[in-house]
């Protein structure tokens, strides 16, 4: 059974290639393209993962992660930052607001894939564990 990413970033370009390299996971990618819709998204697809980019207009990604953190339905839902953006301090916000990882552009593939697939099984094994 796939399980869904939601990609909140402003680039079309890394949706793309995003898809590219989770495409051999069991995956279904949603994309939104900036903080506000993010969130909507978020509390209406209810994903078992958001990857997130810190610079975007309007709200930015922090902020977004802090309402997503903020919100009685998608506080739980795991955050994965994936940002051009090396500023420790960004980091060190970005992981005090609950965000499980800060990864920077460019990644090595095989390195996100690597991650995205260990924190879904544990999503996975947490779910099955509850039921």
């Known amino acids: 059974m796939s399980q869904r990413i939601l990609i909140i970033d402003d680039s079309l370009a890394l949706h793309k290639l995003i898809e590219v390299h989770l495409s051999s996971c069991d995956v279904e990618l949603e994309s ?32 977004t992660c802090r ?35 800060y990864v920077t552009k460019p990644f090595k593939p095989s390195e996100l894939r690597a991650k995205v697939t260990a924190l879904l099984r544990m999503q996975r094994q947490l779910e099955e564990a509850a039921n």
């Open 32 to 63: 939104v393209f900036d903080g506000e819709s993010g969130v909507a998204a978020a509390a209406k697809l209810r994903p078992a993962l958001i990857l997130l980019d810190v610079e975007m207009p309007g709200i930015d990604g922090l902020e």
């Open 67 to 101: 309402r997503l953190k903020a919100g009685r339905d998608t506080a739980d839902i795991p955050v994965i930052f994936l940002t051009a953006d090396i500023n420790k301090d960004k980091r060190l916000q970005a992981l005090h607001l609950g965000a499980l990882d």
